[in-house]
């Protein structure tokens, strides 16, 4: 046996004892994980009430002892306590209603790098147990993946397993993220809605093979009656890891900015962000750049967001939905070859809810997959826990050649599934699985898989699986999407 199986094989059964010896209490029943999660439509239609009810509200999350207590930025390296304030995290939620009698639904938006799907069913909790919201049929928050906010996941702590999350802010983070939906329902006026696209240029950056990714730059648009609001909901696909490594200030990176320049162009204007496919390393042009800190990343953190409210704030053909919303959730069970991810849960480090399986001694991770639609038809939003690789949406794979591991990829893929004219990915949602990889492609370092990143016989580097739940997570995904999308009709 060489070296390096040895090595692969003795860290695998050191995992598995500790999954065995670990008591029941450390593991959850698929009943218990998944009892908030509301599951929408059992079926869809195209029968359109009067008109759309929406509201929007946010609330601050950012802590005021900041320069006191120590709190981790999360995304980059571990043990990088914030020391200052550049702008507020926010939670910013959305109350959708069409009017139909079949219930609302929220869309909500989380500044931060991830948030657990346990930490989300728990302000679900709040939201459902308050009883102030009536027929509400589905909740859906997630993460815009900013690398220069306070760790809500619990990987950036003082070592790489001591938990870098601090109690008292994710209480804070539940209670406001909820005090924000439940007001959004409460702000709710009559209206009507609209959507545009237009694809961006020159303003992303793939930094790992294939180059590709979805440049298109969405608004979807709600216009009050009365004329008292204006909700801009954008989705575009962008690392939001512009204010480099070595930041200490607290910020909600790009989106901040792009927020920030919608909402003083537009009277009565709120805004909220919803990240896309942006596995494979999605992120802004100038990345690199960001990466060595040859520029001011703060100041391109801010010119990035700016040019991309300006994109959005030009976006003038639009077409208007008819009050049409439904969606539908369902559950899924990940199974974790990622024994480093498990071992952190274990360690308390991460608060995913999982189950043991016990005939092979591995362990299962309890997430969620989604599908909305808007109008007739007319958009199609699929709801992914996590950062998809974008050719596993397009299609555009590496071939047998080209890939790692020698093999075509064959899957469901995202964009030939439902018959919405207009469809995309909204990332990161009701939990972070970390990267979510073709599996032709997903090649692990021989002998320290998932510690240290692999090189496969390209040179290239394959960091992305370190932070992957294993290589079957996007089958499990996809499928499960497919089968919710041949059930609505």
Request: glycine content about 6%.
């Amino acid at each position: 046996m060489n070296t390096d199986k040895l090595t692969r094989e003795s860290l695998l059964a050191l995992s598995k004892a500790i999954i065995f010896s670990m008591p029941e209490k450390s593991f959850t029943t698929s009943e218990k994980a998944n009892k908030y999660m509301l599951r929408g439509d059992k079926t869809f239609t195209d029968d359109a009430g009067k008109c759309f009810t929406c509201g929007f509200s946010k609330s601050v999350l950012t802590p005021d002892d900041v320069k006191f207590r120590k709190y981790f930025i999360a995304g980059y390296d571990s043990n990088n306590p914030a020391h200052s304030v550049l702008d507020d995290m926010f939670a910013r939620a959305v109350y959708i209603d069409d009017n139909t009698g079949r219930g609302g639904v929220v869309m909500c938006s989380v500044d931060a790098v991830g948030i657990s799907r346990k930490d989300i069913n728990l302000i679900r909790k709040l939201v459902i147990e308050s009883e102030k919201i009536p027929s509400l049929k589905s909740i859906n928050i997630c993460a815009t993946h900013s690398h220069s906010a306070i760790d809500t996941q619990g990987l950036w702590g003082e070592k790489i397993f001591k938990c870098g999350r601090d109690e008292d802010f994710m209480n804070r983070l539940r209670k406001r993220t909820a005090d924000a939906i439940i007001k959004a329902y409460e702000n709710r006026t009559y209206g009507r809605m609209f959507y545009s696209v237009k694809k961006s240029e020159d303003l992303q950056f793939d930094c790992r093979t294939p180059d590709t990714y979805d440049p298109n730059i969405t608004k979807i648009r709600f216009e009050s009656f009365d004329g008292s609001k204006n909700i801009h909901m954008i989705n575009f696909a962008s690392h939001a890891e512009l204010m480099g490594s070595s930041t200490k200030k607290v910020s909600a990176d790009f989106p901040a900015y792009m927020i920030k320049e919608i909402e003083s162009k537009n009277e009565n204007c709120d805004a909220v962000f919803f990240n896309g496919a942006i596995g494979g390393m999605i992120s802004a042009k100038e990345i690199k750049k960001v990466y060595r800190e040859t520029i001011d990343c703060e100041a391109y953190a801010k010119e990035f967001g700016k040019n991309l409210g300006e994109i959005v704030n030009s976006l003038k053909d639009e077409t208007e939905l008819a009050p049409i919303i439904n969606v539908k959730s369902a559950p899924v069970s990940i199974e974790a070859s990622n024994y480093v991810l498990i071992l952190a849960r274990l360690l308390c480090v991460l608060n995913n809810d999982i189950s043991r399986v016990r005939k092979d001694g591995t362990a299962s991770i309890y997430s969620e997959v989604g599908y909305l639609e808007l109008g007739k038809q007319e958009i199609g939003m699929f709801l992914i826990p996590g950062e998809l690789f974008p050719e596993l949406y397009n299609g555009e794979f590496l071939s047998e050649k080209e890939s790692a591991n020698g093999r075509k990829a064959e899957y469901n893929i995202l964009c030939e599934q439902g018959e919405a004219k207009h469809k995309f990915v909204v990332g990161l949602c009701n939990d972070e699985l970390g990267y979510i990889i073709p599996d032709n492609d997903f090649f692990l370092n021989s002998k320290m898989p998932y510690i240290n990143k692999g090189k496969d016989k390209f040179d290239r580097d394959h960091y992305e699986e370190t932070n992957s739940t294993g290589p079957n997570t996007a089958r499990t995904l996809l499928d499960a999407t497919l089968k919710i999308i041949k059930s609505i009709r």
